[in-house]
């Protein structure tokens, strides 16, 4: 007796109906105009405009007075700024003490008060608040109350030196010879506190299994931090190093506040403010210098940017 062989029958697959595609009504083409046209437009009035109009000026010769004085100037405001202007390369020197200083004692202090207040020792709260205080202040009103912590004749420092009010009391912001390092000490009390809330943040965002991982293979925490956390947080990395490049370049309140960034203080952003407004306005030497200003901040940026997301590609 032949076994019969069971087929199953087969069934006719069973072609679900194609969605069809929604189209946008007007109410929604309407919604998404005002939400891609009010953004692109501000965009294109607070940023794209001044800066074309900025380097469109850096050729002219004008006195920001009578459109009809608007001269073609070529690259005589580059010439002048390179070779013939003063202030100018001690203020290129200035931006680059900035950004050094920044980036190797105000990022690393933010770095490590935030892994010492990432161990949830007790009032970690209360000293995260009392650090990130200075982040909430202008430049400018820090200006002012380190000033009164410089003061020659009555301020804190010269008071705890036992010089105020003598003929050693130092100067802080009116020595040319030291007022640059005075200025820098008050910036680093308001960027150490803003990197220090960026790797809090970070530091929070790590996964916990890594950690563990770590110390199981035998890493000690300083191992475990340089080995394990501090690459796992590479996309803050980047921002803080953006960040710190931004602000050094940027820098303007304090020394303005000081002494309108002269006598010692000269930075690239003052001398742009120095050119542009006041009765000695020379509008396209102010622009040549906010052009000169802006592709020096473009560079490193431009530069880490595209190394850093183009070894993202290749992994």
Do not use: C
């Amino acid at each position: 007796m032949s076994a019969s062989i069971h087929t199953p029958p087969v069934r006719e697959a069973s072609t679900a109906p194609a969605r069809k595609v929604r189209r946008l009504s007007t109410r929604d083409k309407i919604v998404l105009s005002i939400m891609v046209g009010i953004p692109t437009l501000i965009q294109l009035v607070l940023v794209w405009i001044p800066t074309l109009m900025s380097v469109a000026l850096s050729f002219t010769r004008w006195n920001g007075l009578e459109l009809t004085d608007l001269k073609s100037a070529g690259t005589e405001n580059y010439q002048f700024v390179s070779q013939d202007y003063p202030p100018f390369w001690p203020a290129v020197q200035h931006n680059v003490l900035w950004l050094a200083f920044l980036a190797l004692v105000a990022t690393p202090l933010g770095l490590l008060l935030a892994v010492l207040l990432d161990q949830n020792i007790r009032g970690s709260r209360i000293y995260q608040s009392i650090f990130f205080t200075p982040v909430m202040l202008s430049l400018a009103l820090i200006g002012v109350i380190w000033q009164l912590f410089y003061n020659r004749d009555s301020g804190l420092l010269n008071f705890l030196l036992g010089t105020a009010g003598t003929p050693q009391a130092v100067d802080w912001f009116g020595d040319s010879g030291v007022n640059i390092w005075a200025a820098l000490i008050a910036a680093t009390w308001r960027h150490a506190g803003y990197v220090m809330i960026l790797y809090l943040a970070g530091l929070k965002g790590v996964d916990p299994t890594l950690r563990e991982a770590a110390q199981i293979d035998g890493a000690n925490a300083v191992q475990t931090f340089f080995r394990v956390i501090f690459p796992a947080m590479r996309p803050v990395n980047v921002v803080i190093i953006v960040i710190t490049v931004i602000e050094s370049l940027r820098a303007f309140d304090i020394v303005y506040v000081i002494n309108r960034g002269t006598n010692g203080l000269e930075l690239i952003s003052a001398l742009v403010i120095q050119n542009l407004v006041g009765e000695g306005q020379v509008i396209g030497v102010g622009s040549a210098l906010a052009v000169i200003l802006l592709v020096i901040s473009l560079v490193p940026i431009t530069f880490y940017l595209s190394r850093a997301f183009g070894k993202d590609k290749e992994a």
